[in-house]
């Protein structure tokens, strides 16, 4: 019905307004409890699922949460650290110049080349999308792993809006990937100079998949299990 | 298994809420977390199909002309379309990272634009809804390539790129920037539709068949 414009006003939980913020510890009923399981891509719920049901509108596969999601998000965590050494000592680009000497850069060099040949804008840019970022990426999926494993209740909002900031500003590490493909596909002029890429840009482009699948693995309603009441306590 | 039709729980704590009707423009937030639970998409929905034809007509301009044209003081010329920078890291012994250059900058903005034009003339034009698995498996596939398509960050990339030229020679932007720079406009636009609302309105069209 495109005619429908109006809500109701009831005191249904679900609110309306975007500059009401949000009150944590207010007493919600979480499906899990209630029994039933959202379905991943339609948002459809259902109750009285059996393992390995589909839904029955899209035909996802249900689960109760996303699975082995710790396990899992350790695993591209881990394997993001190791490569976040070689990305940031090994160099991403090698410029060949006609005459004189070869320049190999690094992630950092590139960053102070900006700042000091005066176009700090840039610099500050690059810096927060292939420096700060990564760094952020890892620590936040790091705190949230230790935090969820060892049932923190503090700062359960927090986490939670860290966990969104960090899936949204995720992909914006790639930056430095398109800069040298831009590079290597630009200057292949033979007398003039050439751009090889290095073997830090492999690595590179390897910590942002991998903290980008980490952060899709992990489950962000793990972070509010712990408000539940657990099992052997009266409820 | 039974369905729940009015009930919605947040993607991200799990909380459940009553279904209300949203009106125009309205987004329903979690008040436990604060993540958006559902996004009054209506105003948007009759757009999204000429947006993405659009896309489509940015994105073959975008792949065919050069994106920046560099010229060395020996008077020598360089251009460089997206295709041709992938090629040459490929050539240059880097084939994971031109794969993924090539996913996320000509790949999946393609099928991203494809399917949803797809999905918007047949079930929802001229409700012919086929095959629901192709059907349903071309809704998810846009859901999980969403964080994937990278053209606006690309387009940030073509710029870091054009500053760092400069000191080194003349550079002047090809036609396939500014088409990169519009498509990163559309997609960002057409990505406001969500293919949940699909299921819906398929939902409805059934019912009303029924």
Redesign the interface.
């Known amino acids: 019905m495109p005619g429908n414009r109006t809500v109701q006003p009831t005191s249904q939980p679900s609110q309306s307004l975007e500059s009401e913020l949000p009150v944590t510890g207010l007493p919600v009923k979480t499906a899990a409890r209630l029994g039933m399981v959202a379905c991943p891509h339609c948002a459809t719920l259902w109750e009285h699922v059996k393992a390995r049901d589909r839904c029955g509108r899209c035909g996802a596969e249900l689960h109760m949460r996303k699975p082995d999601s710790l396990n899992r998000t350790w695993a591209l965590l881990i394997a993001a650290c190791i490569m976040y050494v070689p990305a940031n000592i090994l160099p991403v680009m090698t410029t060949v110049p006609f005459l004189g000497k070869e320049q190999q850069d690094t992630i950092m060099s590139g960053i102070i080349y900006f700042w000091n040949s005066g176009s700090w804008a840039l610099a500050l840019i690059v810096f927060t999308a292939s420096f700060l970022v990564p760094l952020f990426k890892l620590a936040v999926v790091t705190l949230l792993l230790i935090s969820v494993q060892g049932h923190s209740k503090r700062r359960l909002l927090l986490r939670a809006r860290l966990y969104r900031l960090v899936a949204v500003i995720g992909r914006w590490s790639m930056l430095d990937v398109f800069v040298v493909t831009l590079m290597t596909g630009l200057i292949q002029i033979q007398g003039f100079a050439t751009v090889h890429p290095g073997a830090g840009i492999a690595a590179f482009a390897a910590v942002v998949v991998l903290t980008m699948l980490a952060s899709i693995s992990f489950d962000p309603r793990l972070i509010w299990d712990v408000t539940e009441h657990e099992p052997g306590k009266p409820a | 298994?039974?369905?729940?039709?009015d009930?919605?729980?947040c993607?991200?704590?799990?909380?459940?809420?009553?279904?209300?009707?949203?009106?125009?423009s309205?987004?329903?937030?979690?008040?436990?977390?604060?993540?958006e639970?559902?996004r009054d998409r209506?105003a948007q929905r009759s757009r999204v199909l000429p947006l993405a034809v659009a896309g489509l007509c940015m994105y073959i301009i975008a792949n065919v002309f050069p994106?920046?044209e560099?010229e060395?003081r020996?008077g020598?010329v360089?251009?460089?379309?997206l295709m041709?920078?992938?090629?040459?890291?490929n050539t240059?012994g880097?084939l994971?990272?031109?794969f993924?250059?090539l996913a996320?900058?000509i790949l999946f903005p393609l099928i991203q634009l494809l399917a949803l034009i797809y999905l918007l003339t047949f079930p929802i034009r001229f409700r012919r809804f086929g095959n629901?698995?192709a059907f349903?498996l071309t809704?998810?596939l846009i859901?999980i390539l969403r964080?994937?398509v990278?053209v606006e960050?690309?387009l940030?990339?073509?710029?870091?790129?054009f500053?760092?030229?400069t000191?080194?020679?003349t550079v002047l932007p090809g036609v396939a920037l500014w088409a990169c720079g519009a498509l990163a406009f559309l997609l960002t636009a057409v990505f406001s539709f969500n293919?949940?609302c699909i299921?819906i309105s398929r939902?409805a069209y059934k019912k009303k068949g029924e």
Not at chain 2, 26 to 35: D, K, M, N, S, V
């Open positions: 298994m039974r369905e729940v039709p009930l919605i729980a993607e991200e704590c799990d909380a459940v809420y009553r279904r209300s009707p949203l009106g125009r309205e987004i329903a937030l979690c008040c436990r977390c604060g993540a639970l559902e209506r994106l920046l560099l060395s020996g020598l360089s251009q460089a379309t041709g920078s992938v090629h040459s890291l240059e880097m994971l990272v031109a993924l250059v996320t900058t629901p698995t349903n809704g998810r859901q964080p994937w990278m960050i690309f940030l990339g073509v710029i870091v790129a500053v760092k030229l000191s080194m020679a293919p949940r299921y939902r």
